[in-house]
């Protein structure tokens, strides 16, 4: 068994793949932990597989069989290895920090009711991005697809789902954190289950995060720890409501599994209105 497992999910980002296992294997170099890392491939083809066989051999590699999404991408990274601490990771993320894992490592050992850490993610000019939040109500769904958002009243909705009204300067419980850089502890990842993989993308991180808290364990978010992610929304290229369904694959995904999670989650008492 590793300290630390890193799973990274890639999907036709070779380059962004290359610089986070560049920057991981320096920020690695110098613990005293053991980590191992798990890339997954949905059937992109684009020779990063090969490229990791050369320059990254201790790097387990698994190829999926196409485009599977995200929860069965990941999964099988995340079965293929035995860790104390799994740290699920986007393939477009960079470390730049000393010591990330480290830091990470030992704040999980010393908050042991924490199930979930999530550190500060940053735009690739330094600036905050907004990666924690409040569980999401139909209404701050529907207002962050629509013009409304435009108008005070309801942008204001939208900021408190964001989390904008919080103090970020300390370690904090939220909600949930979303899913681009996820460090899980085993003993909560065996209590909670894997990734829900009727989800293709978008709400399974929500929807993990919430099986966390139901189990009783916290997550937690963690300024003080700091990587970069090259983010991009591609549900949210098209404006609107109803265009994207038609010209945006991934808002159609993205509006399934709004459908998904809302109805799972439907029961009283478990599921915000407004």
Not at 42 to 57: C, F, M, R, T, V
Not at 103 to 116: I, N
Request: glycine fraction near 6%.
């Amino acid at each position: 068994m590793v300290d630390v497992a890193v799973v990274i999910l890639n999907f036709k980002m070779r380059a962004l793949v290359e610089t986070c296992l560049e920057t991981l294997f320096q920020d690695i170099a110098q613990s005293g932990l053991t980590v191992g890392v798990v890339v997954t491939d949905n059937k992109s083809e684009d020779g990063l597989l090969a490229w990791i066989h050369q320059n990254y051999p201790a790097v387990k590699t698994i190829e999926t069989e196409g485009n599977i999404g995200f929860a069965r991408g990941v999964n099988p990274g995340i079965r293929s290895i035995e860790a104390r601490y799994y740290f699920i990771l986007n393939p477009d993320t960079q470390f730049t920090e000393p010591n990330t894992i480290q830091r990470l490592y030992d704040w999980m050992q010393t908050h042991s009711k924490v199930g979930v850490a999530a550190p500060r993610l940053l735009n690739g000019d330094g600036s905050l991005q907004y990666t924690i939040h409040r569980f999401p109500s139909l209404s701050v769904q529907l207002i962050r697809r629509s013009p409304l958002s435009k108008y005070r009243f309801f942008k204001s909705r939208v900021d408190r789902f964001l989390l904008k009204d919080v103090d970020r300067s300390e370690p904090r419980p939220v909600d949930w954190a979303q899913g681009s850089a996820l460090f899980i502890r085993k003993e909560a990842l065996d209590d909670v289950g894997l990734l829900d993989e009727r989800y293709w993308m978008y709400f399974e991180d929500t929807d993990w995060c919430r099986r966390f808290w139901q189990r009783g364990w916290l997550i937690y978010f963690l300024p003080h720890i700091a990587l970069i992610h090259f983010h991009g929304r591609g549900s949210a290229k098209v404006p609107g409501m109803i265009l994207p369904l038609f010209k945006n694959r991934l808002a159609r995904e993205h509006l399934k599994s709004w459908a998904k999670y809302f109805w799972k989650w439907r029961a009283a008492g478990r599921l915000k209105i407004i």
